[in-house]
């Protein structure tokens, strides 16, 4: 029953993406049809999907259905710049558009794009967007790696981050981080060390140590970590509640250890097997504990029971066994003195050859005591440890943190984030050639075409939420309108250029002009695509293929029970 579930939910994704995508497309070909009919223009077909199972044709347009319900499309043969008479489906020539009609319907589509957009971003605002953290007006530096620039900078474990670039914020973390990953150049960090302020300049540098995939992206992710401030929201009648925590206190620390994500939390959460734990809480600028006993979540306890000894794994490439990538504190793995780079043998006298093996070992032994073989340098180890079992817990708090951002806010952060991007791009080609000697972490490779965009879609939905879903459809009209619109030929922002030149000039462009800037452009948009189309594929093979083990997120050994 849950593996058919699982394809439903993977089933109803992939359906989303192309119903998605395809509600983008339409409206921009829409926009197109409209403007059209109001200029006057001939329409040889308007299509809702590809591959007609029918079609009718009323007041000379071709009206079509398709069996691909993925878009649209809109023939219009006047808005053809060239010189040359523009000629119907049939053969039959036309007169020649005025520029200002051809501008008008070219402009009709990206606008179009633009207002569904605003739309849709209604029901963003309304429901609320997911956030990785809450908006933070400063950050708390918990740890800072040594490899990093920053440590190298000046920047050290509790300095407090109160500027970025010169100006004050109030961001959540991916946020704040999107700001480093554009800026171009030096990164000035503003932070109070003892109540005095300190700056520390640095260029940011690819970390291998980025979460995710963005570490195969080259991401100059920052070397540093801060405190994430959890709120919690208790629920009538639970553990929380009957503590006394109220809605707004914000999480600390879990006996001790400060707790900086949602992962962290819950894992705890998780580990307490129900006994007391002691959470420091913030109330309006003011810290006190509060001792709260999780309980089992019912009905998840037996289905997602784990067992964990608390080591990160990955494949060995230069040989036998597999390495500890990570080495999770309090866990039995610290506890036994393994450490990251240790190369896993055998449990049990079983040789270990991949991840998996070692991950459907723990499984079996589940409490039970075992001996596992390792090497370190070239010294062979053995040690005994048992994994811990986990079963989901929960105290009664929710901590759902929610953004309404108004659609125009979603607009103006979606030109904003392109220009960087272009920007970004642009710098960073231009240093490699010389011509600049700023610097940008942002790369060609970062970009993404319609497979990646339909990569983007999926997950948003399947990992996250409907409503997830629906920010990124939003974000994608937008794309879409300011994309069109750039003032290049075959796009519409290149129909919009001509007819502007054309109403300037008060005669066309060469026709030798207009198709030799066309096919420039024709051949450099292919190129893009199978480019973007390559990285995205990259990115695809690691979503099914990823580099590490299984594990490596959470630094456990060992998965749910199937």
Known sequence: MEKLLDYLSIAGSLLFVFFAIGLCIFFHELGH????????????????????????????????????????????????????????????????????????????????????????????????????SPKMRELKVMSVDEKGPEYAAGLRKNDVIVKLNGERFFDTWAHFVSKILFTIGEVELEVLRDGKPVTVRYVPATNPNAPGNLRAEGIAWPYFKVLIPLELVPREGSAAARAGIQKGDILLAIDGTEITEFNEFQSMIDMSGGRELVLDILRKDKTFQVKIKPTPIPGLSEDFTRYLVGVGIQPNKEGKGIRAMAISKTLPAEKAGLQVNDILLAVNGRELNTPVDFIKAVHENKEKSFKLTYQRGKEKKTVELAAVKVVPHTIGVSILLLDHPTPWQLFVSTIDMSWKSLRGIAVGIGNKLGLTEKQSSIKPSHMSGPLGIGMVLFNSVHKSSLISGIYFTVVISFALAIFNLLPFPVLDGGHILFGLIEMVLGKPLPNIVIKILSNIFVALLNGLMVFVTFSDSRRLYREFFPPSAEGEKNNVSAPQKP
């Open 33 to 132: 049809f409209l403007a059209a009919k109001w200029r006057g223009l001939h329409i040889d077909a308007f299509a809702l999907g590809f591959k007609p199972f029918w079609h009718k044709k009323y007041k000379g347009v071709d009206y079509r259905l398709g069996w691909l319900p993925f878009g649209g499309y809109c023939e219009i043969p006047q808005v053809d710049a060239t010189g040359e008479k523009p000629k119907a489906a049939d053969g039959t020539e036309l007169e020649r558009a005025k520029p200002l009609d051809r501008a008008i319907t070219a402009v009709a589509g990206p606008l179009f794009n633009i207002l569904f957009g605003l739309l849709l971003g209604c029901t963003v605002c309304f429901f609320g967007m997911p956030q990785d």
